[in-house]
């Protein structure tokens, strides 16, 4: 079972309107967690770092939010656009054990005219 | 700066083939590491190395041997191909000035056949 868990799997929205990715994980102990953007056919790409202490953390249109004690991150993404239409991943940096990255399946999002 | 640099971006073996997948970043990082990704999965860790001559494996080594005689350099080799070793994989750099974030080389598709 995966330690990181992302939702939808998918989501396909109308150019200009909000959206929100869902991201719970169950890894520990937690040392940061981090989203990043996913192009197809490119490597990803990092949007925000948030260490436990942080609530929030803002990368232009997108806001990540979140909350340790129920171990739940969500990306909230502002007046969309057609170049947003990517994968979006939840990471979790586990302390100790050489740093370990854990990576969800992503979010694919798909924004329209 | 060019980034993260990954040599070939595409390439068909044949099963028991060996090659060896190239990976060079300009940004001084002493960590590298070597992730694949298969359709529907997170990334998972194949090695990592935390600077020249230190190299350690991550949670799918089987099937792959890395070098890092310089800071530059991280090559990830296929010794014996197999179908299992089809995926996507990613290079990966951090460190110096650039902190905990990750940098991404833009991938390399292997199919196995």
């Known amino acids: 079972k995966n330690q990181v868990e992302q939702s939808p799997q998918s989501l396909i929205i109308l150019e200009g309107k909000n959206c929100t990715l869902q991201?719970?994980?169950?890894?520990?102990?937690?040392?940061?967690l981090r989203w990043y953007k996913q192009d197809t056919g490119r490597g990803p790409v990092s949007l925000t770092i948030?260490?436990?202490?942080?609530n929030t953390k803002s990368n232009g249109r997108y806001t990540a939010t979140l909350d340790a004690d129920t171990k739940q991150s969500s990306l909230h993404i502002t007046a969309s656009q057609l170049s947003d239409s990517a994968s979006y991943i939840c990471?979790?940096?586990?302390?100790?054990?050489?740093?370990?990255?854990?990576f969800g399946t992503g979010t694919q999002l798909k924004v329209e005219l | 700066n060019a980034g993260v640099t990954q040599t070939p971006k595409f390439r068909i073996l044949k099963i028991g083939q060996s090659m060896t997948l190239q990976c060079a970043q300009d940004?001084?990082?002493?960590?590298m590491y070597w992730y694949r990704q298969d359709p529907g999965m997170g990334l998972k860790l194949i090695y990592y190395?935390?600077?020249?001559?230190?190299?350690d494996k991550g949670e799918v080594p089987n099937g792959y041997n890395v070098s890092r005689s310089t800071t530059e350099d991280f090559p990830l080799r296929l010794e014996l191909a197999a179908p299992s070793q089809t995926s996507v994989y990613f290079c990966?750099?951090?460190?110096?000035?650039?902190?905990?974030?990750?940098?991404f080389g833009s991938g390399t598709q292997l199919s196995v056949l």
């Open positions: 990966a750099s951090r460190g110096g000035g650039d902190g905990e974030k990750l940098f």
């Open positions: 940004m001084n990082h002493n960590y």
């Open positions: 948030m260490t436990f202490s942080e």
């Open positions: 190395s935390v600077g020249a001559g230190i190299t």
């Open positions: 991201c719970n994980y169950t890894v520990s102990p937690f040392s940061n």
């Open positions: 990471v979790v940096l586990i302390t100790g054990g050489g740093n370990k990255l854990t």
